[in-house]
Structures are given as C-alpha cells and as structure tokens.
C-alpha cells in the first residue's frame, strides 16, 4: 500500500520467507498503511522518500545505510525499529536509528513481536492523532477528515490529493520532485510519463485556488518542467 500520511506507515523489510511469517501479526492493526520489502534496495527506497512510523528489520538483509543522505528520511522524527536478531548486531545501525531500535530474537518470539508492535502502534497512533492538521500560512489540511482550506476556500479532497498538497506543504519554499510526488501518492495506476501526477496538481490549483492567476499574493503550486512542483505561501 502506497504511503499516506493520515495513517500510521509500517515498512516490514525481511526475507520472502520471513515476511509471510511476520504478516499475520500486522492484520488486525487500524489504520495502518503497511509496506513490504523482501531486498535492502526496496527498503532503502522507503526510508528515503516515506514517512515510516515504524521500522521491522530483519538480520541479514543488505542495507546501503550511505543512500539515507546523513540519515535522514523524509520524516525528521526516526522510526520505532524492530531489529530482528541479536541484539549485538544494534551497533550495526546508523547512530540516527539506534534511539529508536529495539533487538528481538527472531525466528521464534512471536508473542513478544506481537506485544511490541501493539504498545508501539498505540504511541504513534496518539502521535498522529496529534498532528493530523498541517498549516502552512492561510493553508490549513485535515489530513484524518480530507479536507483543505485556503483562507476563505474550503474543499473536500481525494485521499491523492490530500497526501500530495500535505508533501507540498511539509516542503514549503522547496522544489518537490515529481518521483517524490508520485512516491507519496494513493494512485496505483500505472503511468510511465506520470501525467496523472499533473491531473492531481491541477484539481488541487482549481479547488483551493493556488493557480497563478487566484488569489494576489496567495500560495501557490508552481511547475518546475520535467523536474516536480513548488508550494510558496506569499506567490
């Protein structure tokens, strides 16, 4: 499932085996977006470009922490880490994931995976309780409730739309690029030229009005040609 962020991301990164041993503890959590990677390279793409609220690992798989550009994710808060294996191996993490890294045996000690995945799950659920409205200058988003206002516009959004303007708005001032922006996005349809990305753009101007002929002085989304899309606040 693609990344959303009014729900909490859990990566499971571990072997196909393994992954098929681990899923059956995840089913019966709500809300929750749940990515899988069974190769290091698929889970370092994740760390990169999603905000992952927790983190399973599991001993052995091949990770190039050097593509994490000085640990960071796109989230600034690190992960809660399940580190499956032993707990000497911790050191073998970047010192950025380390606070928040916990070592179980594994395989074996399911009960207690699934105990720690349920208090964890518990926190960053009050987490993004807490922090499911971004504001951004007269821009306000309900990320739980898909709903935007700009100053006195108000629209309902897709769950797209909503997880495309809160990127924009986490990167204000900031080019986003179009591979982070489709990253980010609910839409699975396959589109190689990822015109959809600009249909989306496009209902988001209409409907908050931040095209460049709508409000004087109010925020925009402008185009950078083949490279991704800007948010700034005062045109």
């Known amino acids: 499932m693609p990344f959303s962020p009014s729900l909490i991301n859990i990566l499971l990164a571990?072997?196909?085996?393994?992954l098929a041993e681990l899923l059956p503890l995840f089913s019966s959590i709500a809300p929750a977006s749940l990515h899988l990677a069974s190769q290091g390279a698929d889970a370092m793409w994740h760390l990169r470009y999603t905000s992952l609220d927790i983190l399973v690992l599991e001993h052995g798989l091949l990770m190039d922490w050097s593509s994490v550009p000085d640990g960071r994710q796109s989230s600034s808060t690190p992960p809660s880490t399940l580190y499956l294996g032993p707990k000497s191996d911790l050191t073998l993490l970047p010192v950025w994931l380390m606070p928040a890294a916990t070592a179980l045996p594994w395989p074996g000690k399911k009960d207690l995976i699934r105990q720690w995945i349920g208090r964890h799950v518990d926190q960053r659920a009050d987490r993004t309780a807490l922090s499911s409205v971004l504001r951004t200058g007269p821009l306000r988003l309900d990320m739980h409730r898909l709903i935007a206002r700009n100053g006195e516009t108000q629209s309902s959004l897709t769950a797209t739309e909503t997880n495309l303007l809160a990127i924009l708005m986490r990167?204000?001032?900031n080019l986003v690029s179009r591979d982070m922006l489709v990253a980010a996005s609910l839409?699975?349809?396959p589109d190689p030229k990822q015109r959809r990305l600009d249909t989306h753009i496009s209902n988001l101007r209409r409907k908050l009005r931040l095209s460049a002929d709508a409000l004087p002085g109010g925020p925009r989304i402008h185009s950078h040609r083949?490279?991704?899309y800007m948010l700034t606040i005062d045109g």
Request: charged share 15%.
């Open 14 to 18: 571990a072997s196909a085996g393994s």
């Open 171 to 173: 990167h204000v001032g």
């Open 187 to 189: 839409d699975t349809t």
């Open 226 to 228: 083949g490279r991704g």
